[in-house]
């Protein structure tokens, strides 16, 4: 197969996710009790966050610019920019699609170019028109996308998306599929875009040095395959690694580290369970990992997650979160964080409503953003921040 069959701890000798000062570096461990994790209590540290932007209905994404300046996108289709508390709709965004009454697909993700600032290029991941998956990427200015270009389309439809940099020239795209085991084509068939996550150029080009596939010929997007819907995706540039999360069926939700033409799994083995309760399939632990690599976490049937959005936290002003996870849980609506050095999961926000993603403000403060309709029916969709101290919303 086309990945390194490795450990649930990571490749043996080498330390797979990098720790915060004082920390021990213990290697991580996949044992059977992480089926049942303990979820710790809510950090009593820190208070209720500020709603800075409200009104809106499911924003997946957002990207930050500055301290009092960011992009967020909404499922619908719609871009918004938010500059000092003032937000205005950019002009000029795609038609995007949406199925099962805008539930999946739409606008699923924003991202800077990592030169953004001397090139104004912002990168959009949706569904378009045909209910494919398409990245366009275009020029902010005076809040229009000005010379957008498609760089990227597919003829698959996509749950779910992320885009992640690796440097200024090469980025990373995840291709969400969900539902019970899928039919072909599916996440272990390479000839389809689904299921993987994809490395391209700045322009949306196959880079050269992208891994060779089994049975292929040349490189191709692909970067890594057998992924069911990868909704957090975030590339450690300090120690040159890509992480993903990933939802599960019924349960199964994992934290992976990607490697060049791994393979992970789905539908061939999952710690989940179709949504009718009967096993994935009946590959034992053991022989899936002889065949592909197994998560580095995963939270199983008894505590479902569905991760969306995935920060590794770092020099913020949480210390105690540094060197953590944080990722929205849209089942439970939780904000939880998972700290690799203890293999402890906790929940920060306990209840907060349907988080989408988390990022980290230049200032180390962070912003979530929370769906409409969550935790309560009446709530609108809506852009977060979270400090320590300071009042209440």
């Not at 929205?328 to 920060?348: F, K, M, S, W």
């Amino acid at each position: 197969m086309g990945g390194q069959a490795v450990s649930a701890g990571g490749p043996k000798g080498t330390n797979v996710i990098r720790k915060h000062p004082g920390l021990l570096a213990v290697g991580l461990l996949l044992l059977p009790s992480c089926q049942a994790d303990q979820l710790l209590a809510p950090d009593d540290g820190t208070t209720e966050p500020g709603v800075l932007v409200a009104g809106y209905g499911i924003a997946d994404a957002i990207a930050v610019i500055g301290e009092e300046e960011f992009l967020f996108a909404e499922r619908s289709g719609a871009l918004h920019h938010y500059v000092g508390g003032e937000v205005t709709e950019v002009e000029g965004i795609p038609v995007s699609r949406t199925v099962d009454a805008g539930r999946f697909g739409g606008l699923l993700d924003v991202s800077l170019h990592p030169d953004f600032q001397d090139n104004r290029l912002v990168y959009i991941a949706y569904d378009d028109a045909a209910f494919g998956l398409a990245v366009a990427r275009f020029e902010l200015r005076d809040d229009r996308a000005q010379n957008l270009e498609v760089i990227y389309e597919s003829d698959d439809f996509s749950i779910g998306s992320r885009i992640a940099w690796e440097d200024a020239s090469h980025f990373f795209l995840s291709f969400g599929v969900g539902g019970s085991p899928y039919p072909v084509p599916g996440p272990q068939d390479l000839s389809a875009d689904l299921g993987k996550i994809h490395r391209l150029t700045a322009d949306g080009q196959i880079p050269p040095d992208n891994p060779l596939l089994p049975e292929a010929s040349e490189p191709s997007t692909i970067w890594s395959y057998g992924h069911r819907n990868p909704q957090g995706l975030h590339y450690d540039t300090a120690q040159q690694t890509l992480y993903e999360s990933e939802h599960g069926p019924l349960g199964g939700d994992e934290l992976n580290i990607i490697t060049a033409g791994g393979n992970y799994g789905w539908p061939l083995f999952s710690y989940g369970l179709n949504y009718d309760g009967t096993p994935v399939s009946d590959m034992t632990e053991e022989e899936a990992a002889a065949m592909s690599i197994l998560p580095v976490k995963f939270w199983g049937p008894d505590f479902r997650v569905a991760p969306s959005g995935l920060l590794l936290v770092e020099d913020s002003q949480f210390p105690s979160w540094n060197g953590s996870f944080l990722f929205g849980a849209l089942n439970p609506q939780h904000l939880l964080r998972y700290d690799p050095a203890t293999d402890e999961t906790e929940i920060v926000r306990t209840r907060i409503g349907r988080v989408r993603d988390v990022v980290q403000l230049p200032s180390g403060k962070l912003l979530i953003s929370v769906d409409a309709g969550s935790p309560k029916p009446s709530d609108s969709g809506r852009i977060i921040l979270l400090e320590p101290g300071g009042d209440s919303p």
